[in-house]
């Protein structure tokens, strides 16, 4: 069955610092992923694709099929990125995982 | 035109008693999903249709709840008897049928007393 887990519900760290959002996924085919994300008082919106292997507002997710993982980073936070992260798998449907709020400190 | 449209944006209702929620996709997505967000369980999926389909219903949590999409286009989900644990936002997206990136609504937000 396809499953995504994201282990850190909260995560806060300082404007300039590196970031990263862990993300595991369980499944036996070749997977989609992708990380959405969440602004306070907007929708949900795609944030990158593992497929088109591009940076997003700085930010890169590279998908390691040894460790099944899918880990979002950043070298340097910003406050705008202070947000609820989603990563998500597609094979016949989309499903998520629990989330990642992440706090960027002044 | 628009993105993903969803009504009511608010819906406050009693225990026990039934409520709809509609969804507008963008015009042309034949794929269309209900999902469910609440503080500590992330963003939980409902049900999924795509295109003349059956629909994959596998994470509705109970018999109560209910989907249709009537001429691919418009969705509603109907809950059923409602409980206090059904209060959660309760979010459509759309895809085209080429697949990419899912446009989400901005949600309905449901309480119930």
């Known amino acids: 069955a396809q499953r995504v887990t994201q282990p850190e519900k909260l995560l806060s760290v300082f404007k300039g610092a590196p970031v990263e959002l862990k993300c595991n996924y369980s499944?036996?085919?070749?997977?989609?992923l992708f990380w959405y994300v969440q602004y306070s008082r907007q929708r949900l919106q795609l944030l990158l694709r593992h497929i088109s292997r591009e940076s997003i507002k700085g930010f890169t997710a590279d998908l390691n099929k040894g460790e099944t993982s899918f880990h979002l980073k950043k070298p340097f936070a910003q406050e705008e990125d202070s947000a609820m992260y989603y990563c998500a798998l597609k094979h016949d449907k989309v499903i998520f995982g629990p989330g990642t709020s992440l706090s960027v400190i002044p | 035109g628009a993105g993903v449209s969803q009504s009511p944006s608010n819906k406050v209702t009693e225990k026990g008693k039934d409520v709809e929620l509609r969804c507008d996709p963008i015009?042309?997505?034949?794929?269309l999903y209900w999902y469910r967000q609440s503080l500590g369980q992330g963003l939980e999926f409902l049900i999924y249709f795509q295109g003349n389909s059956a629909p994959d219903k596998s994470g509705l949590p109970s018999d109560r709840f209910s989907a249709e999409r009537t001429g691919g286009s418009v969705s509603t989900l109907t809950i059923q008897r409602t409980q206090q644990e059904d209060s959660a936002v309760y979010l459509c997206?759309?895809?085209?049928?080429?697949?990419?990136?899912?446009?989400f609504g901005e949600g309905s937000r449901l309480t119930v007393l």
């Open positions: 997206a759309s895809r085209h049928r080429l697949g990419g990136e899912l446009f």
């Open positions: 499944y036996s085919g070749s997977p989609e």
């Open positions: 015009s042309g997505h034949t794929a």
